[in-house]
């Protein structure tokens, strides 16, 4: 356990529908990162916060993405209008400014689109 | 383009052995190359960080090296064990150099 929840673990939804996903970083973590993972993939960088600042986006974050990070504390993923596509794990990963870029992962978020 | 590549193909071998695992990449000059575990269902685990300006690093039964001229790092575990199955992915930062590219990891399949 790194200390970076996630939740739910699960969710199905059907195709549509809107979804939203939190993640409770490790408290002293100042930066925020959220992930996609599909099977047989590393995980592709979403997005990133440093403290309540969303720093970078990536072109993978269609408009149907958004993600807040109010008082540089936990965070949401909401996903608007879920496809099929959408279906994935998604990773919140933590870590604190410095040299390095090591990240602490929570257990992520398996979304199933229907 | 960016590009990371591992071996695409699991790896198994017996209990004992040394795991050799290879990350190599192209149109990258990193400052730094990581390596992460994961189990199945779950999120990636940091094992090892290693600096351009290092050749090797050793943590445990872990050993990492960086070669920059030849754009690879090898991933060793030695005394393999059948708790070490997993998959392994080799990261580097992205451009911006806020968060990290992965490659497709490489299963490994430790058996007794």
């Known amino acids: 356990d790194t200390g970076v929840s996630q939740n739910p673990r699960h969710k199905i939804t059907k195709r549509g529908q809107n979804v939203t996903f939190r993640c409770d970083p490790i408290?002293?973590?100042?930066?925020l990162y959220w992930y996609r993972q599909t099977l047989g993939q590393g995980p592709e960088f979403l997005t990133y916060f440093q403290n309540e600042a969303q720093l970078e986006k990536s072109r993978l974050l269609s408009d149907r993405f958004s993600a807040e990070r109010p008082k540089g504390s936990f965070s949401t993923l909401e996903i608007q209008r879920t496809e099929q596509g959408d279906s994935a794990m998604y990773l919140c990963a933590t870590g604190t400014s410095g040299y390095s870029d090591t990240q602490y992962f929570g257990p992520g978020t398996r979304l199933t689109v229907l | 383009s960016q590009k990371i590549e591992q071996n695409s193909e699991a790896l198994n071998i017996q209990e004992g052995k040394t795991a050799t695992l290879t990350c190599n990449y192209t149109?990258?000059?990193?400052?730094?190359l990581q390596w992460y575990r994961q189990d199945p269902g779950r999120g990636p685990v940091f094992l090892l960080l290693i600096r351009e300006n290092e050749k090797e690093k050793r943590k445990e039964r872990l050993k990492v090296t960086f070669d920059t001229t030849l754009k690879q790092s090898l991933f060793h575990i030695t005394a393999s064990q059948p708790a070490d199955s997993a998959t392994y992915l080799c990261a580097l930062e992205i451009d911006s150099g806020y968060a990290l590219n992965f490659g497709k990891g490489t299963s490994l399949l430790v058996t007794p």
């Open positions: 408290s002293e973590h100042n930066r």
């Open positions: 149109n990258y000059s990193p400052a730094y």
